[in-house]
């Protein structure tokens, strides 16, 4: 399978604990996305890597958020101290800078996150 | 701040009708409108997209009308299928700021058989 992989598809925790998520995007894509969807909302931004560097992070991601993409491959997120609030589906994309337009962002299944 | 505005949150329309979807953007710095199709348990996956030099775009069922004056952009589902029942996402982004995503509210769409 090439697509996007994300790891765990669900996570249940309690308040106060650490959770970290992976994805695995395709092969040789440059840039790697992570969105946030609450129910029946559509994703937001949340940050995106081009190869190692993270170039980019919304407001949305407070201080407990710590997102890593070591080798430019892979991507790690972590979220400390989880509030019921962080409740939500954590989507990743990722995309090819082939081109240099808009290249379709190719999306994972989502990992989602309940906070007890 | 919600840059991008969709409409309606839900539709139903018979099998063989037609389904249309509406968004409306704010940032005219916007150079790319994509629309995703999102089944429940797995992610978005990009349906058709328009730039903003192009009034319509069509692939098969699906046709984009983009109207940059009125910053205003639609999707119709033609002959809507049982299997087209999904939620339906527009987007908008710009290369300038690394392509990333704003998305709208989202679109339940429920095709009758």
């Known amino acids: 399978d090439t697509g996007v992989s994300q790891n765990p598809r669900h ?16 092969s040789e894509h440059n840039r790697l996305y ?5 129910l029946g909302q559509g994703p937001e931004f949340l940050t995106y890597f081009q190869n190692e560097a993270q170039l ?4 949305l991601l407070s201080d407990r958020f710590s997102a890593e993409r070591p080798k430019g491959s892979f991507s790690t997120l972590e979220i400390q101290r989880t509030e019921q ?14 081109g240099g337009g808009h290249n379709e962002q190719f999306f994972g ?6 906070v007890l | 701040q919600q840059q991008v505005k969709q409409s309606p949150q839900s539709l ?13 953007y704010e940032n005219t710095a916007f150079d790319y409108f994509p629309w ?13 997209a328009i730039r903003p030099d192009v009034s319509e775009k069509k692939e098969g069922r699906f046709t984009i009308s983009f109207n940059k004056s ?9 002959d809507s299928q049982p299997g087209d029942s999904a939620t339906y996402f527009c987007a908008a982004s710009k290369k300038a700021a690394g392509n990333k995503l704003t998305f709208g509210g989202g679109t339940r769409v429920l095709v009758k058989p």
């Open chain 1, 109 to 114: 299944p989502g990992t989602r996150l309940t």
């Open chain 1, 11 to 26: 996570k249940i925790t309690k308040r106060g604990q650490n959770v970290t998520f992976r994805c695995d995007p395709i």
């Open chain 2, 36 to 48: 995703y199709q999102q089944f429940p348990g797995k992610g978005p996956a990009l349906l058709i």
């Open chain 1, 85 to 98: 609030g962080d409740s939500a589906m954590y989507l990743c994309a990722s995309s090819s800078l082939v």
């Open chain 2, 70 to 78: 009125a910053k205003q952009f639609s999707l119709h589902i033609m």
């Open chain 1, 34 to 38: 992570w969105y946030r969807q609450t």
């Open chain 1, 56 to 59: 980019e992070k919304s407001r």
């Open chain 2, 12 to 24: 139903i329309v018979q099998k063989g009708g037609i389904s249309i979807i509406n968004c409306a």
